[in-house]
């Protein structure tokens, strides 16, 4: 019964936002706490045939991610620079990035910067409009962890003015559950 239910929880885990991949391809994201270990980890399930087009979806939206991890006192510190391809250039208003999939971007930033957990609240503050065509910093970070519960902040930065300078654009703040029985 326990695997039945959890073969279940990890299908529908696959259709998420974060369980996008199918098992052929590897997830990078930390894999332990201690800094012994970043190997990348897998699915344990297929994707059935049915989910391949949101699958394919999915990975255009996230095409040209690659995160980089350093260690933090509380967990991993994650980073990616993007640059947006034009299917991945959504606009609701001319010249301004989609404020839904800024939120997935800091989502999925959030979620790689914590090991095996999941989102329970994502607040994002939207400080100035992003241009589609600008390069994007992505970072995130853990705050402080109780238990189960890792609390995280995140930002988008865009490029300044200046060389080298990066306007801190979004900001959010997560809080992720570690679910009881994943370790």
Known sequence: M???????????LLRTIRGY????????????DDGSNLAKRTHSCSVPA?????????????KGYNPTFKLHPLGWEAESLLLLS????????NGKLFGGYIALLMDRILADSCKSAVTAYLNTSYLHSVPPTAPILLRAWPDRVEGRKVYLKGSLQIPGKVPQDWIEAIT????FIKPKDWE
Not at 51 to 59: A, F, G, L, N, V
Not at 172 to 175: I, S
């Open 86 to 93: 034009p299917t991945q250039q959504m606009c609701y208003y």
């Open 21 to 32: 991949r199918s098992k052929a391809e590897q997830y990078p994201a930390p894999s332990c």
């Open 172 to 175: 959010a703040d997560a809080l």
């Open 2 to 12: 326990y695997r039945v239910m959890k073969r279940q929880y990890l299908l529908s």
């Open 50 to 62: 049915s989910d391949e087009p949101q699958i394919e979806m999915m990975r255009s939206l996230f």
